[in-house]
């Protein structure tokens, strides 16, 4: 039956997964289960997600025209970015590239990886958030506020300015982290901090996991 685990049809996937670290490991041993060919990208030679794969590339997750060429020759039938973040643009813009299958568009990819774009798309939407300018020099930034890298995973970059000496430092690590020499200054809002992992499909908004963040202080 097409679709069962270790199916002819399964094996004759090839799956591209960028990423072979921990992050990954959980995706890359459900694709090996369901039997598929994996081809994994990391640049680090002994990335753990490797012993899974069917064949390994040492190439950056980010090296998109790299990646581009190693989908090209491995004739892959998709590509994903599990457990990682810029490289999900990376890999909605290959299949787009090559005709492939992808869940998101590359429009919508480049929304996901970049807090300025996902900000002026909330604004666009009417959802609301706290005030945020997208700046370039240390001289638009106003405390207290959080000052951050737009296009970075997780905490990169990212600083809590209360005094305005702070400000400086706080520029200069998001402006060090950041890919395109801007970053994102945010309201800061006093409350709790909580994370919510979900996703959307087909119009609907589907929670996941909902945790409290539990910080130094």
């Known amino acids: 039956m097409a679709g069962d685990p270790g199916s002819s049809t399964d094996r004759d996937k090839r799956l591209l997964v960028l990423g072979a670290g921990p992050a990954q490991l959980g995706l890359l041993e ?22 899974l794969a069917d064949r390994r590339a040492i190439i950056s997750t980010e090296d998109e025209r790299g990646i ?13 970015a599990p457990g990682i973040d810029w490289p999900v643009g990376i890999a909605a813009r290959v299949a787009s590239k090559l005709g492939i299958r ?9 929304l996901a990886v ?15 958030q706290p005030r945020w300018r997208l700046v370039s020099d240390a001289e638009d930034v106003e405390v207290p506020c ?23 430092g706080a520029v200069e690590a998001a402006l060090e982290a950041s890919r395109n020499g801007s ?6 809002v006093d409350g709790p901090e909580v994370t919510v992992n979900a996703f959307s499909a087909g119009g609907r908004f ?3 996991t909902v945790t409290d963040r539990l910080t130094a202080e």
């Not at 992808?102 to 480049?110: D, K, N, Q, S, V």
């Open 183 to 188: 970053f994102v200054v945010e309201e800061l």
């Open 68 to 80: 581009e060429r190693l989908a090209r020759a491995e004739r892959i039938d998709g590509v994903i």
């Open 30 to 51: 459900a694709a090996r289960a369901r039997g598929l060919h994996v081809i994994a990208v990391d640049r680090d030679p002994s990335a753990p997600g490797f012993a």
């Open 146 to 168: 959080v000052v951050k890298a737009p296009d970075r995973q997780g905490q990169r970059g990212l600083s809590l300015v209360t005094e305005p000496e702070a400000v400086a």
């Open 206 to 208: 589907f929670p996941l």
């Open 114 to 128: 970049h807090k300025g774009r996902q900000r002026e798309r909330l604004d666009e939407a009417g959802v609301p």
């Open 102 to 110: 992808h869940p998101l568009e590359p429009a919508t990819a480049g």
